[in-house]
């Protein structure tokens, strides 16, 4: 009978350390990670693509036991792409929901009121997106998610570009606003550089809908090159007008800083009007980095059930790289420490899907990576032809050149 | 002074001694963020009901004043430097001379004329903004906060308490008016202008009055925003849903009584808050835009009337 007692007594012990360790485990509190994310307003579209691939690092972190041991909690707000309601929400997410690091909410607009307040009390931002947002507060824990440092970044690319098609004029076209004019300002900078002679330079409202007007404008000022800051629905209005009405003959590279011809629906609703254009990006298919082709696959069954952006090619990754940054920190520093996790990506090579990112001291980029392609041989009405690499040609940076700019701007429509 | 009066003041410098207790005992700044807004919603909608509840013509353009507040804030920083009590005078004697000029101009419109007209004042200050490249033009700007002063120990707090303060000072205003002569004028022109001027109510001048005290304090309570958010853009300043907003409030908590402007932004503004953090701020503009047609189908007079009513009840049984 001894024995029977002795076994039982040691099941009972490894059953009790187990439920011990496992009710340590559960007791644990979890890491809780905020932020508000535009779901409504303009930038909601972008916003709700974005907010999926965070929610698969949440779940593949904890698939993969949590950060130090602790399940990720993952708290979001919209905030309605409305910058006057982000400082109340960062608030509430601090004092309320006590949360042990922040995101940054996608944009520069939504994001800049609460750059003090993370200055102010010291804590580590994750920026998704923002461009020169750290530029007047230069808060040394902050780092942008985003492939871009200073305006010249962007548009360098397709300055080159031009001057590889041997372009002596410029047209400036910009939307009055934020990002638009920091972009513009850079590029005339640039121009008066490379020696281009400016024929053409005006800020649009933001409400224009019809750019018939402008676009005869430009035509009539004969450029060589076109630069245009625009937002997405100026965007698409603005390849509308140019289809219908043409740029001239003169024109030999057109686009430049076009936000919203990177979305699916956009791409798709425009088709064969794309063709021709020089864009800025931050992914096109074909460049390849450890683990985004797998990304890709995994997003796009999300997205489908989201009903967001289909092949997420903009920012999804991007944001998905920021769960993979805080990440590789807290691991690396196996603390949540702020000021310790701050150092340690400043210190140190990220590596993400989107490739290794290296921070400056002013949480930018030390490479920027914004790729300057030009959309070639694209049909109307189909989606799948924008998953394949060539659709977007890369013109710059040199290590992704996919190929060589095709011009006049009339002949790459064809 | 009256009975009323006494208590008035009394009730008021409760609800600043409240403030300023919260402001020392509460840690939480969540709470300061939350209420400065609801507060701020009070300034506006009392601001609103001075003209448009007493005197019956609907201002669509209260963000046009609210905004125009913020960026004369946001001009004395960058010019001058000049502290917040400094930015909020100033503002509201611009809001105040903006309100008189704009009275001179559209107050011979009626009705919907007249609505019409303050709706294309912020799309005219807002486009005047966008290109002022002082203030940040269309890019908007950022501002970082001075050190906070004795004794408050946050700027948020300060900013709070100075909202309260903001509050009373218009709830104060607005109950001398709606108790006076100026009240009785004006009510007069909301039942029938042609009568009130042939009774020698001197229409005009009571309406440019409205008008100015309405626009100064709607610009005082745009003046702390730029320190509120610390970042100002013309997008948000002159967002029409402070219009809306400011419409709405009157409107759910009655127009006849003081009282009305500052119930509805107590209870929609609390509502608004709640459903931010909690079910989805999406649902915002819906819960304004419900409770408005309850309120309008349900107690046309508002709150007030709806108490009204059942005290009158009570009284009668």
Redesign the interface.
């Known amino acids: 009978m001894k024995l029977p007692r002795i076994v039982a007594a040691l099941v009972c012990s490894v059953l009790m350390t187990a439920s011990g360790a496992l009710f340590a485990q559960g007791s644990k509190p979890p890491v809780k990670i905020g932020m508000s994310m535009p779901?409504?307003g303009t930038l909601g579209g972008g916003g709700q693509a974005a907010l999926v691939a965070l929610r698969m690092w949440v779940d593949d972190v904890n698939g993969k036991g949590g950060l130090l041991g602790r399940k990720v909690e993952f708290i979001v707000?919209?905030?309605?792409s409305?910058?006057?309601?982000t400082?109340?929400?960062y608030?509430?997410l601090?004092?309320?929901d006590k949360v042990d690091l922040l995101i940054a909410p996608y944009a520069t607009?939504p994001t800049?009121?609460i750059?003090?307040?993370v200055k102010?009390r010291g804590l580590l931002l994750m920026g998704n997106f923002s461009f020169q947002v750290n530029h007047?507060?230069k808060h040394d824990m902050w780092f942008n998610n985003a492939p871009w440092n200073d305006a010249s970044s962007w548009s360098d690319g397709f300055f080159k570009a031009g001057k590889q098609v041997g372009a002596k004029t410029i047209a400036i076209l910009a939307?009055?606003?934020?990002f638009a004019?920091?972009l513009a300002n850079g590029a005339r900078e640039l121009a008066g550089k490379a020696g281009l002679k400016t024929v053409y330079n005006q800020?649009y409202?933001?409400a224009t809908v019809d750019f018939s007007a402008i676009i005869r404008a430009i035509r009539a000022a004969k450029p060589d090159m076109v630069f245009v800051c625009s937002y997405p629905n100026d965007s698409v209005a603005i390849v509308r007008a140019v289809n219908e009405i043409g740029v001239g003959s003169s024109v030999k590279l057109f686009g430049g800083g076009m936000v919203g011809l990177q979305f699916t629906p956009n791409m798709v609703s425009l088709g064969s009007m794309l063709n021709g254009i020089v864009n800025y990006n931050s992914y096109v298919p074909g460049m390849k980095y450890p683990g985004i082709d797998e990304f890709f696959e995994r997003y796009r069954k999300r997205a489908g059930e989201a009903k967001v952006d289909p092949l997420g090619l903009y920012l999804p990754p991007f944001n998905y790289a920021i769960g993979q940054m805080i990440e590789q920190a807290v691991n690396g520093t196996r603390s949540l420490d702020h000021k310790t996790l701050a150092a340690y990506l400043r210190k140190n090579e990220m590596k993400t899907i989107v490739g290794s990112i290296r921070y400056g001291p002013d949480g930018e980029w030390v490479n920027p990576r914004v790729v300057q392609a030009q959309f070639r041989g694209i049909a109307d009405k189909n989606m799948d032809q924008f998953r394949q690499p060539g659709k977007q040609v890369v013109l710059y940076p040199e290590q992704y050149k996919t190929g060589e700019v095709i011009a006049p701007f009339e002949k790459a429509r064809k | 002074m009256t009975a009323r009066g006494y208590r008035f003041w009394i009730g008021a410098a409760i609800v600043l001694s409240a403030a300023c207790v919260a402001a020392a005992v509460v840690k939480?700044?969540?709470y300061f963020?939350?209420a400065y807004?609801v507060i701020q919603f009070v300034v506006l909608a009392t601001a609103w009901n001075i003209l448009g509840g007493y005197a019956g013509y609907v201002n669509f353009g209260s963000s046009a004043f609210f905004g125009v507040g913020a960026y004369i804030a946001v001009m004395l920083i960058k010019w001058l430097n000049l502290p917040l009590g400094l930015q909020i005078i100033a503002a509201a004697a611009v809001g105040g001379t903006l309100g008189f000029g704009v009275g001179l101009l559209t107050l011979r419109l009626r009705g919907i004329f007249f609505s019409i007209a303050t709706v294309a004042i912020t799309i005219i200050l807002e486009?005047a903004v966008?290109?002022w490249r002082f203030v940040g033009?269309?890019?908007?700007i950022?501002?970082?906060?001075p050190p906070v002063m004795e004794p408050f120990e946050s700027y948020?707090k300060m900013l709070f308490v100075c909202m309260v303060l903001l509050a009373i000072i218009a709830v104060a205003i607005a109950r001398h008016i709606e108790t006076s002569w100026i009240g009785r004028g004006l009510r007069a022109i909301r039942d029938n202008e042609e009568a009130a001027e042939c009774t020698g109510v001197p229409t005009l001048k009571l309406k440019l009055a409205a008008c100015a005290i309405s626009g100064a304090l709607m610009s005082a309570a745009g003046a702390p925003?730029a320190m509120?958010?610390?970042?100002v853009?013309p997008?948000?300043a002159f967002?029409l849903t402070y219009s809306v907003s400011a419409l709405a409030m009157p409107i759910i908590g009655g127009t006849s009584h003081w009282l009305g402007p500052v119930l509805g932004a107590l209870l929609l503004g609390s509502v608004q808050?709640i459903v931010?953090?909690t079910v989805?701020?999406?649902l915002?503009v819906l819960v304004v835009g419900v409770l408005l047609v309850v309120f309008v189908v349900a107690a046309p007079q508002g709150l007030v009337g709806l108490f009204t009513k059942v005290k009158d009840k009570v009284k009668g049984n």
Not at chain 1, 82 to 85: C, D, S
Not at chain 2, 137 to 140: N, R
């Open positions: 779901q409504t707000y919209d905030d309605q409305n910058p006057a309601l400082p109340g929400i608030t509430k601090l004092d309320v607009v800049a009121p750059m003090p307040l102010q007047t507060v939307a009055d606003q934020e004019q920091n800020n409202p933001p | 939480n700044e969540y963020y939350a807004v486009t966008i290109n033009g269309a890019t908007g950022q501002i970082l906060r948020t925003l509120y958010q610390s970042f853009e997008a948000s967002n808050q931010t953090v989805s701020s999406e915002n």
